[in-house]
């Protein structure tokens, strides 16, 4: 077997809430992506101060993003953004994968996640919308059960989160109080990069 033919070993990452001080993090990734992913995640094309002011606006009170952290770089995230005034019962949800982490269910696990956190929010309806070429997000929400509808010649996806439950808290509980020492390890995992 010669160098073309060996497969690349897939990236070992993890999947947590981003804080709030990892913005800069979540910018970094939306940089990252090439054009066509740019066009998926806003569904038009977007310039880089564009993203600049979009992420200033990620921690706003109401919202919550995860991402999928390799070596310390923020690779995928999800975010789930309060439609309109905060805490009422409809959230958007947003996804960007760059292209090298593609295709290896990380879109899906990041959606469990913002699932999981809108059932303990108790919100009640998830917005989700994506062009109708974005088969891979309109999986994804199959997946999760999803009704989809064509507007306005994009796919919008909406999904009913079930009540949450003793599990639902529970593991959000345990993954919450691992948050910050993982943060503290991707950081120095990007600090020891640096030197």
Not at 24 to 29: N, P, R, T, V
Not at 36 to 61: C, M, N, P, T
Not at 122 to 131: A, D
Not at 164 to 187: I, K, N, P
Request: proline letters at 2%.
């Amino acid at each position: 077997m010669d160098d073309k033919d060996t497969v690349p070993e897939r990236p070992h990452g993890s999947i947590r809430r981003v804080l709030r001080s990892e913005t800069h993090l979540i910018e970094s990734h939306l940089l990252r992506l090439d054009g066509d992913a740019r066009r998926r995640r806003f569904g038009h094309d977007v310039s880089d101060q564009f993203i600049h002011g979009y992420v200033l606006h990620g921690a706003d009170l109401g919202n919550l993003t995860f991402g999928y952290f390799c070596d310390g770089e923020i690779r995928a995230i999800a975010e789930l953004r309060q439609s309109g005034r905060a805490f009422g019962h409809t959230a958007e949800v947003a996804f960007s994968v760059e292209r090298p982490f593609g295709g290896q269910g990380i879109g899906t696990r990041l959606m469990g996640r913002i699932i999981r956190a809108a059932r303990n929010r108790g919100l009640k309806h998830l917005i989700l919308v994506c062009l109708r070429d974005n088969l891979k997000m309109q999986a994804i929400a199959r997946h999760y059960g999803a009704d989809l509808q064509i507007e306005d010649g994009s796919i919008v996806a909406e999904i009913i989160p079930k009540r949450a439950d003793y599990a639902s808290y529970a593991g959000e509980y345990l993954d919450d109080r691992m948050v910050f020492m993982q943060a503290a390890l991707d950081w120095q995992t990007r600090l020891s990069r640096m030197s």
